[in-house]
């Protein structure tokens, strides 16, 4: 089992930035993908990007390509999601994710999961 915890959720304005981190424990994680996917209040746990520990494959939500990336740091066992220009639609508890192999969009491949950072942006 891998043990994640997501942090850097704050308040912003619309149009700032914000970093979030996830610290992966417990496992090595050179065959993983760790996933960002967010809720917003009354909808359903959407993905928003993923990237592959062990290579440069990325995946992004169409509506956050071009403002928001997704990097790793392997020797931290981090994942960070860059947040630039935030609109107050992305909104949402942001959770972080890990799964082997392969880069999935759909959150019930995912068996291990953090507790979630909230991202609020006002207008």
């Known amino acids: 089992q891998v043990q994640l915890v997501e942090s850097g959720g704050g308040l912003v304005q619309a149009g700032g930035s914000l970093r979030l981190s996830c610290a992966a424990s417990g496992r090595t994680f050179s065959t993983y993908v760790a996933s960002w996917f967010r809720q917003a209040p009354g909808k359903e746990r959407e993905f928003v990007a993923a990237?592959?520990?062990?290579?440069?494959?990325?995946d992004y939500l169409d509506s956050v390509k071009g403002r928001f990336t997704i990097s790793r740091d392997n020797a931290k066992n981090t994942v960070y999601l860059q947040m630039n220009s935030l609109k107050p639609e992305d909104t949402a508890v942001y959770y972080c994710?890990?799964?082997?192999?392969?880069?999935?969009?759909?959150?019930?491949?995912?068996?291990?999961w953090g507790q979630g950072t909230q991202v609020t942006v006002s207008s």
């Open positions: 990237v592959t520990w062990s290579g440069p494959s990325t």
């Open positions: 994710a890990a799964r082997k192999y392969f880069i999935s969009r759909n959150q019930y491949e995912y068996a291990d």
